[in-house]
């Protein structure tokens, strides 16, 4: 089945069976392998992007059902110029990962966090990234990195 959708603001087509999930479109036939396959039960959240501005669990998503979509990936997050997007500069400032398999996912659900909660408390972010598992941390580090990039995404 053809399947077209822009990723990371750049025209992508690919040719999959109807079954095939999101992440493994994107890590397979388009070579985006930021992305991570954790758990493919959407349990871990290191499959999440962005899906017409909102985090999804690709792990959880047919490619098909991305047709027409905006799909952004980690690597889609930095500017053009190689600038580091806001959070991503939050997470290495503040080092918020360890071994950083959980790192893009992270990266991904804390941006949108940010968006749809502009003034989240510290347990607020505790309680939104619940969807999002780090095996390695105490998540102290990264909820730090979350409010240093909550600010900076704020111009504060």
Do not use: W
Request: proline share 3%; charged share 15%.
């Amino acid at each position: 089945m053809q399947v077209q959708f822009t990723v990371n603001g750049r025209a992508a087509s690919v040719d999959v069976p109807p079954n095939t999930l999101l992440v493994h479109a994107l890590r397979e036939h388009l070579m985006l392998t930021g992305t991570h396959v954790g758990c493919d039960t959407s349990q871990c959240g290191a499959c999440t992007v962005h899906v017409n501005g909102r985090a999804v669990k690709s792990c959880a998503m047919l490619a098909v059902q991305a047709q027409g979509a905006e799909v952004t990936t980690i690597e889609g997050m930095a500017s053009a110029d190689g600038t580091m997007h806001p959070m991503q500069a939050a997470f290495k400032e503040c080092h918020g990962l360890q071994c950083g398999f959980c790192t893009p996912g992270m990266v991904m659900s804390a941006v949108d966090l940010c968006k749809n909660h502009p003034n989240a408390s510290e347990g607020e972010i505790r309680e939104l990234l619940e969807g999002n598992i780090c095996r390695c941390t105490g998540y102290q580090n990264i909820v730090r990195a979350v409010q240093v990039g909550q600010k900076a995404m704020a111009g504060a």
